[in-house]
Antibody, heavy 118, light 107 residues
Framework: QVQLVQSGAEVKKPGSSVKVSCKSS????????ISWVRQAPGQGLEWMGGIIPVFGTSNYAQKFQGRVTITADESTSTAYMELNRLTSEDTAFYYC???????????WGQGTLVTVSS | DIQMTQSPSTLSASVGDRVTITCRASQTISDWLAWYQQKPGKAPQLLIY???TLESGVPSRFSGSGSGTEFTLTISSLQPDDFASYYCQQYKSSSYTFGQGTKLEIK
């Protein structure tokens, strides 16, 4: 079972950017699609976007288009989510999740709290 | 994008009750559906994937069914640890959308 370990909590100023990492215990992302999900305080889960490293393709929820970039580094088995032009409404927990392409089974990271405050 | 409509948004029940949560997809998703349980301050925990496959370690009182556009999560006999929030997620399309969530409360 793949384990995903995310980077630590961040505090950012409005207008800045944040980059969250997600390291897989597996040696490769070859068999996985990777998603990023966020959850604002007291709210539900919101899919932000994803990447399928073996195809080199990424796609994003319309809400985040132009503001989020999701990448994956096969050499370190680490995925990244960068969110730009932060506002207070981006204060949330950010989660990475992988889904095994063959089985359709998900694994999740522990979450990273991003706080945007002046 | 595929929209997921989950109901009810809140459910009050007692220990021992049988409860059902429903998710409806705006278009067919075959069986590409997952169910999660989430407790406050914790990451979502996978319960069911591919609509009906029970995740390893999840109690057998949880079950999932459905295909196409209609899906259900059933808890056969509620236990105190089951009072939490539940979400469905489709992953048929390239955008993996979630239902709005169901908060399961103690009656």
């Amino acid at each position: 079972q793949v384990q995903l370990v995310q980077s630590g909590a961040e505090v950012k100023k409005p207008g800045s950017s944040v980059k969250v990492s997600c390291k897989s215990s597996e040696g490769s992302f070859r068999n996985y699609a990777i998603s990023w999900v966020r959850q604002a305080p007291g709210q539900g889960l919101e899919w932000m976007g994803g990447i399928i490293p073996v195809f080199g393709t990424s796609n994003y929820a319309q809400k985040f288009q132009g503001r989020v970039t999701i990448t994956a580094d096969e050499s370190t088995s680490t995925a990244y989510m960068e969110l730009n032009r932060l506002t207070s409404e981006d204060t949330a927990f950010y989660y990475c999740a992988t889904v095994t392409i063959l089985t359709g089974r998900f694994s999740w990271g522990q979450g990273t709290l991003v706080t945007v405050s002046s | 994008d595929i929209q997921m409509t989950q109901s009810p948004s809140t459910l009050s029940a007692s220990v021992g009750d049988r409860v059902t949560i429903t998710c409806r997809a705006s278009q067919t998703i075959s069986d590409w559906l997952a169910w999660y349980q989430q407790k406050p301050g914790k990451a979502p925990q996978l319960l069911i994937y591919r609509a009906s496959t029970l995740e390893s370690g999840v109690p057998s009182r949880f079950s999932g069914s459905g295909s196409g556009t209609e899906f259900t999560l059933t808890i056969s006999s509620l236990q105190p640890d089951d009072f939490a929030s539940y979400y469905c997620q489709q992953y048929k399309s390239s955008s993996y959308t979630f239902g709005q969530g169901t908060k399961l409360e103690i009656k």
